[in-house]
């Protein structure tokens, strides 16, 4: 049985920061949003360019949810 969410990844709007990527990727995974910022923060600090160009492009891709 899949523990994933059968619509795949989305932008959490209900919860978001900014674009709402790290709180739909850690409802779908079924992690902590906390944690999934903190690496999201370290892979920024570790590739500035590429990380910044996928989050922008998977906010404005990615489908929207609001999650309660």
Do not use: D, Q
């Not at 959490?12 to 709180?23: H, Y």
């Not at 910022?37 to 590429?50: Q, S, T, W």
């Amino acid at each position: 049985m899949n523990r994933h969410s059968h619509y795949g990844w989305f932008c959490n709007k209900s919860n978001r920061k900014i674009l709402g990527v790290c709180s739909g990727l850690a409802a779908y995974y079924g992690h902590s949003v906390t944690v999934v910022r903190l690496i999201a923060v370290l892979a920024l600090f570790a590739f500035p360019g590429l990380t910044f160009i996928a989050y922008v492009v998977a906010g404005l891709v990615l489908p929207s949810r609001y999650e309660v």
